[in-house]
């Protein structure tokens, strides 16, 4: 069982920057790709990032290449998006996402990748 805790959302302005973080509990995080989701008032959650398990490996949306990064920091349990150049289509309820152990992360390309959820934090983005 993987419990996942975001935080670092709130509200900023086009063109600005935010760092989420997700923390997970346990003591084999390092068995477990992670990623990034989004989901907009009335849409669809979608993939945004994720990451292999040693940070081998690292896949984004179209919509955030060269914008956002991924990273982890298995000595801590954490998982960070780094967001610049924010614009207001970003506005989101961000979602950290954890795969079955030993997953890959090509497999959180995909909701169906993920085994766990974590409970969202809000990103809005002001134009």
């Known amino acids: 069982q993987v419990q996942l805790v975001e935080s670092g959302g709130g509200l900023v302005q086009t063109g600005g920057s935010l760092r989420l973080s997700c923390a997970a509990s346990?003591?084999?995080?390092?068995?477990?790709?992670m990623g990034w989701f989004r989901q907009a008032p009335g849409k669809e959650r979608d993939f945004v990032a994720s990451?292999?398990?040693?940070?081998?490996?690292?896949y984004y949306a179209d919509s955030v290449q060269g914008r956002f990064t991924i990273s982890r920091d298995n000595a801590k349990n954490l998982v960070y998006l780094q967001m610049n150049s924010l614009k207001p289509e970003d506005t989101a309820v961000y979602y950290c996402?954890?795969?079955?152990?030993?997953?890959?992360?090509?497999?959180?390309?995909?909701?169906?990748?993920?085994?766990?959820w974590g409970q969202g934090t809000q990103v809005t983005v002001s134009s």
């Open positions: 996402a954890a795969s079955d152990p030993g997953a890959l992360g090509a497999t959180m390309t995909r909701r169906a990748g993920v085994r766990y």
């Open positions: 346990g003591r084999t995080f390092s068995s477990y790709a």
């Open positions: 990451i292999s398990k040693n940070s081998g490996r690292t």
